[in-house]
């Protein structure tokens, strides 16, 4: 039947309405979550839990994450998706429904909430091997881009420029800075050193960016957390895009000018095969042959 869970109830997708005084509808008023399930099981829920929770509190909407890991787990049981090698769970909270007014209701209206599963095909590591292309785009956001809110137009906008110029990722930049894409986070190589814009209100702070840094770090890969001026990303010699749904993304043209010397390169693959490995260490799933294989070692 295609279930959905909306305000307590597991509903077929077909059912599930939101009334039109939504305030996720009318100001885009709420937060959302995209949490990765391998196997059926969470990658790093508690972190997600731990953003989403961080922003309610930003945006005053009482809310008890509590009972989630449970809805999470009926959501993906419901649709067949609990031994899927890869899904997710896409959750919205918003500050519910009340007459439009842009103070907030008094008294507090109920949180709306709604979730859906889907699966997730991995494109093969064949794929992943040839690379990627990213354009950059400006970043049109507000400050407060370390909240995950449903206020979505600038990297909308910036992903559809992206998809008009036959490229993958879109990397956002503000004031000369390259900050993050579209729905993912980037990273650049410098010579052995792999950075990353420090956590600010300039990104969101992306549990796989945490994820990545740890796998680094663990395989004694130097990492600095610092501002990239797009002028010195000419002179990385990779670069990836790192999300829920991107994983580790390796981009081989930036720009239509190849990235190092055009090809994936030995840190993010070093990266990439960390990542795996906490995959199957952390949630017991064996993702695509080790692409160093591939790479012939
Ligand atoms: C702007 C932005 N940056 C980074 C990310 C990556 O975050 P995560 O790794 O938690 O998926 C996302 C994910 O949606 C995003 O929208």
Redesign the pocket.
Known sequence: MDPVYLNGEFIPRSEAMIPVEDRGFLFADGLYE?TPFYGGRPLRMDGHLRRLTRGLGALRIDFDVEPLPAIHRELLERCGLQDHTMSMVYLQITRGVAPRSHAFPDPPATPTVFAYAKAFERPGVERWMRGFNAVTVPDRRWTR?DL?TIQLLP?VLAQEEARQAGATDALMVRDGLAL??????VFAVFGDVVATHPASNQ??P????EVVLEVARARGVPVEERAIPIAELACASEIFF???TTEIRPTVELDGQPVGEGRVGPVTLELMQGFRELIARECGVALDPDASELDGG
């Open positions: 995209v881009c995950k990297s993050e894409g579209a729905h993912n986070n990104i969101l992306g549990i796989t960016r790192t999300g829920t």
